[in-house]
């Protein structure tokens, strides 16, 4: 079993930046292929990106690639997703999520952090 724990969220300007990390517990984190998902108000959770075991290889949802980028680093168990020229639209609740294999879908990740809310303001 795994426990994500996000942190990094906040209040930013429209063009601004954020780093966003998801600390794992345990023992196993670099068995996990790891993502992000958001969920704004009155929408479905969405896949952000995900970044697999070793950390080499990366996938993107369109609306982010080019601005965001995800990376891991498993001696320290945690993963982590730069935010860079964000807009209002990226305003929601990230998640972090943990999978034995790669997928977009969020019904596909076992485990789940508690979220972190990003807001970025026009």
């Known amino acids: 079993q795994v426990q994500l724990v996000e942190s990094g969220g906040g209040l930013v300007q429209a063009g601004g930046s954020l780093r966003l990390s998801c600390v794992a517990s345990?023992?196993?984190?670099?068995?996990?292929?790891m993502g992000w998902f958001r969920q704004a108000p009155g929408k479905e959770r969405e896949f952000v990106a995900a970044v697999w075991w070793s950390g080499t290889r990366t996938s993107y949802a369109d609306s982010v690639a080019g601005r965001f980028t995800i990376s891991r680093d498993n001696p320290k168990n945690t993963m982590y997703l730069q935010m860079n020229s964000l807009k209002p639209e990226d305003t929601a609740v990230y998640y972090c999520?943990?999978?034995?294999?790669?997928?977009?879908?969020?019904?596909?990740?076992?485990?789940w952090g508690q979220g972190t809310q990003v807001t970025v303001s026009s």
């Open positions: 999520a943990a999978s034995s294999s790669y997928s977009p879908q969020h019904y596909d990740y076992a485990y």
């Open positions: 345990g023992r196993t984190f670099s068995r996990y292929v």
